[in-house]
């Protein structure tokens, strides 16, 4: 039910219209412009309906120290027994709704606050769309930087650059509706993590911006990276179930406000240079801009030829046995190899094992992970390259070795899997494809 504030400084006008508009709505009422501030500030009302000419504070007075207060422009309708149509049109001008003459019938009223609340409601609809993420219900990209641009020259806090690692294999492998699921459950996350207080929007694909006020501490930060990259992993394995391996996860580059400045623009550039340092060192997580850490050469950013280039380049303490890395790792050398054969027109055989329990497991499947991961590596070239996907699968990218050989391969692994101790408890199965060079 709407909510309306009637303002009259004549007692039995004030009775009247109450009674009037108290059979349809909810009813405040002030007989003055002071005591209406302060019901306002209680009540909230939709709309205030207040007599033009009031000693002490004219409605129009009123109006002008309500928005003043609030910085908004308020619903605000005006009673009079004026005629002239300089008081409409001064009314007008000052932003009010409508003007309704006194003295009033009562059907004529409650028809008039009708249209004219039926008005305010499509006004604030259209608000609402303007600055509204329609899929997410976060802030926009204009209002968000807006309202973020404006904090960032008066308060004190923390600049928020976000974005969903791996959210394109969602849509590849899922599907656009599930890749809608996950950014709304991401969305919320954010929003869960933040206080009313702070701003949090989304600009566009997988990103998004936040400013977290009055923090001054990275272990705020800290904290608020593990929740949300612990809470999108358990919303993606609720959606797409628990053999879910796509690596979602969030990385975010911060800045602290005023310390690096106030300049929304300047600011946004080194939270983005924040943004990057985290998606260089494994993404999710989170990184802080300092200005000194940007500024002052690292020794091994020292090379000022080819030679210390290369050293620098180079693995170091190189273990024996095939290259095992992390899963964005696998990826990125992956994705450079089918770029490589596109133009050397050479095949990678590529093969996936699973490991999978034989009874019931006595013996957890990271333990049996952790022993086949061992095997892999050893019964390998140097050359061939190994990733854990998920708990219990391994691919393996052999980027020398033919297809008419690569059974080979996979049944000397499977040989030396039957020589380690959680073979009895766990088989292990292979798939085995090979990437041809694209024509």
């Known amino acids: 039910m ?93 932003g009010a709704l409508d003007f309704i003459r006194k003295p009033f019938r009562a059907d004529i009223l ?33 209002s968000s930087e807006a309202e973020i641009a404006s904090l960032c020259r008066t308060a004190h806090g923390v600049l928020m650059m976000i974005d969903l690692d791996s959210f394109k294999l969602v849509n590849d492998m899922y599907g656009h509706a599930m890749g809608d699921k996950i950014l709304i459950r991401f969305a919320e996350i954010l929003q869960a993590v933040v206080r009313p207080i702070d701003v949090v929007g989304r600009l566009g694909g997988d990103e998004f911006i936040a400013f977290c006020q009055n923090v001054g501490d990275e272990v705020v930060i800290e904290k608020k990276s593990r929740f949300i990259n612990k809470y999108i992993i358990e ?32 600011l946004h550039k080194k939270a983005d240079k924040a943004l990057y340092s985290v998606k260089q060192n494994g993404k999710h997580g989170f990184s802080f801009f300092k200005e000194t850490a940007h500024s002052e050469k690292s020794e091994e950013s020292k090379a000022t030829d080819l030679s210390n280039a290369i050293k620098i380049l180079s693995e170091r303490n190189r273990a024996r046995g095939a290259f095992l890395l992390s899963f964005e790792q696998f990826r990125t050398t992956y994705q450079f190899l089918v770029r490589l054969n596109a133009n ?66 996979s049944e000397r692994v499977l040989q030396n899997w039957n020589d380690a101790d959680a073979s009895a408890i766990f088989s292990v199965s292979v798939e085995q494809d090979v990437i041809r060079p694209e024509r």
């Open 235 to 266: 919303a993606a394995k609720e959606f797409m179930g628990d053999d879910m391996t796509i690596p979602l996860g969030a990385s975010i580059g911060c800045v602290f406000v005023p310390d690096e400045g106030t300049d929304f623009s300047s």
């Open 344 to 409: 050397y027109q050479k095949e990678i055989c590529i093969l996936l094992f699973s490991i999978k329990e034989r009874d019931r497991a006595v013996l957890p499947i990271e333990d049996a992970a952790d022993q086949f991961s061992e095997v892999l590596v050893s019964s390998l070239r140097q050359s061939d390259i190994i990733t854990q996907n998920g708990k219990n699968q391994f691919i393996v990218l052999l980027p020398e070795t033919s297809f008419q050989n690569i059974s080979v391969v």
């Open 110 to 142: 409650l028809q008039r606050i009708g249209n004219i609340l039926k008005t305010v409601e499509k006004i604030k609809d259209l608000k609402q769309a303007a600055i509204l993420d329609p899929m997410t219900g976060l802030l926009n990209k204009s």
């Open 2 to 94: 709407h909510k309306i504030l009637i303002v009259d400084d004549e007692k039995i006008s004030l009775m009247m219209t109450n009674h009037i508009l108290s059979t349809e709505y909810a009813t405040v009422c002030a007989s003055s412009g002071a005591e209406a501030i302060s019901v306002f500030k209680k009540e909230h009302p939709d709309l205030v309906l207040s007599d033009l000419r009031m000693p002490g504070m004219t409605g129009y007075e009123l109006q002008q120290k309500i928005e003043s207060m609030y910085n908004a422009q308020i619903p605000f309708v005006f009673m009079t027994a004026d005629t002239s149509d300089e008081t409409e049109s001064k009314g007008f001008a000052n």
